[in-house]
């Protein structure tokens, strides 16, 4: 019986606790659901820009490098699919090439627009591959007007779905 009774206020007690979890407001992290950090963004010319500033926008980030082939060929198909699409959702690259030549090389190779292609001078050794963990494999995010994502690791098939 004594059990019993421990038992039932651990029950209690948890299930009072999961009532005070305050959800109107995500928190901040890398995953569906959760409000994406404040990333800076470095254009090809040096100059700094804040991912908030796209607030109020859908926006695809999409990170990549030139090496990885996967990444690259994500990287121009939904460049492509966007700007074929009618949606008014804004398309940032990020590349972690840390050779600026290469870069601009591997972009107009791929016949795609600089205008929202960043770079991210350190590669591999910056803070932003390691807390997106993409030595597990570059990724993308779809971020909805309030900065909150809504999907990641999208295809265009998916992409034309969500949007």
Not at 35 to 63: A, Q, R, S, W
Not at 64 to 93: C, G, P, T
Not at 101 to 130: A, C, I, Q, W
Request: hydrophobic share 40%; glycine share 4%; net charge negative.
């Amino acid at each position: 019986m004594k059990y019993v009774n421990i038992c039932l206020i651990v029950i209690i007690t948890f299930a009072l606790s999961a009532g005070t979890v305050n959800q109107k407001t995500p928190s901040v992290g890398y995953h569906p659901g959760e409000t994406i950090p404040d990333i800076v963004l470095t254009d090809l010319e040096g100059n700094n820009y804040l991912l908030h500033d796209y607030k109020g926008k859908k926006v695809v980030v999409n990170f990549w490098a030139s090496y990885d082939a996967r990444s690259r060929a994500a990287n121009v198909q939904l460049h492509n699919i966007l700007k074929e699409m009618d949606e008014d959702v804004i398309f940032l690259s990020v590349s972690f090439d840390e050779n600026q030549h290469v870069v601009e090389r591997t972009v107009r190779l791929d016949d795609m627009e600089t205008v929202s292609l960043f770079s991210e001078p350190n590669g591999t050794r910056s803070k932003l591959y390691k807390e997106l963990k993409l030595n597990r494999g570059f990724r993308n995010y779809l971020i909805d007007e309030n900065g909150v994502i809504s999907a990641m690791d999208v295809d265009p098939t998916d992409l034309k779905q969500l949007l």
